[in-house]
């Protein structure tokens, strides 16, 4: 099956800066890849996702990349404020077609005023 | 906005009793999913429904785990008896295609 690397576990960054999340998946199947930000006690919320059939998708502050050759894809966030601070998910589907996720171990990002 | 509704939100019980939670996915959402997650890290699926059918339901451990979706719209996950391993937060999604969206999820702690 699928297995989706996280790293890092922590991030610490100050505010106005930008913060980089990676993921690493196995099955070169794979064709979406979400991201999804938890804030505490609360559901995990869709931020942005990206099909294989492109590089790149920015929405505003946030972007995410893959790789396909390096079966690869980060989230990238800029302009960090402290509201972005949370736990975010990376996830990558089980191959064209299959709508179960497999997801990484997450990062706790937080953004020091 | 449509959101995946879930109850209880919280449920403390003691091990080797019934626990059964609720969920009701987005309208139209022909597939719902269940996870466990414990605290620090992913979610992880117990099981996948499509319509009222099972998907996949290799990691629910089914001595004691089972769910069902009768009519094909809301689902109910039920454990019997709770361990105290199975103190988690467990999550209910669903999808009408590759995008998947999150219920409030129920914690259960088991004593």
């Known amino acids: 099956g699928e297995n989706v690397e996280q790293h890092p576990s922590t991030l610490s960054v100050q505010e106005g800066d930008s913060a980089v999340i990676k993921c690493t998946y196995s099955d070169s199947a794979s064709n979406y890849f979400p991201w999804y930000k938890q804030e505490l006690g609360k559901r995990p919320q869709l931020i942005i996702d990206i099909r294989s059939n492109v590089g790149e998708k920015k929405d505003q502050r946030i972007a995410v990349t893959l790789n396909k050759t390096a079966k690869h894809f980060s989230l990238h966030i800029t302009e960090t404020q402290p509201e972005d601070s949370a736990v975010y998910f990376c996830?990558?589907?089980?191959?064209?077609?299959?709508?179960?996720?497999?997801f990484g171990k997450g990062t706790k990002l937080s953004v020091i005023p | 906005e449509a959101e995946v509704a879930q109850s209880p939100r919280y449920k403390i019980t003691e091990k080797s009793q019934a626990v059964a939670f609720w969920c009701d996915p987005i309208?139209?959402?022909?597939?719902l999913y269940w996870y466990r997650q414990i605290l620090g890290q992913g979610p992880e699926l117990l099981v996948q429904f499509q319509d009222e059918s099972v998907v996949d339901d290799s990691q629910l451990p089914k001595d004691r785990f089972s769910a069902e979706r009768l009519k094909g719209v809301d689902s109910t996950l039920k454990i019997q008896p709770a361990e105290l391993g199975d103190s988690a937060m467990y999550l209910c999604a669903s999808s009408g295609a590759y995008e998947q969206y999150f219920g409030p999820g129920t914690r259960l702690t088991v004593t």
């Open positions: 309208s139209g959402h022909a597939t």
């Open positions: 996830a990558a589907n089980g191959g064209a077609g299959s709508y179960q996720l497999t």
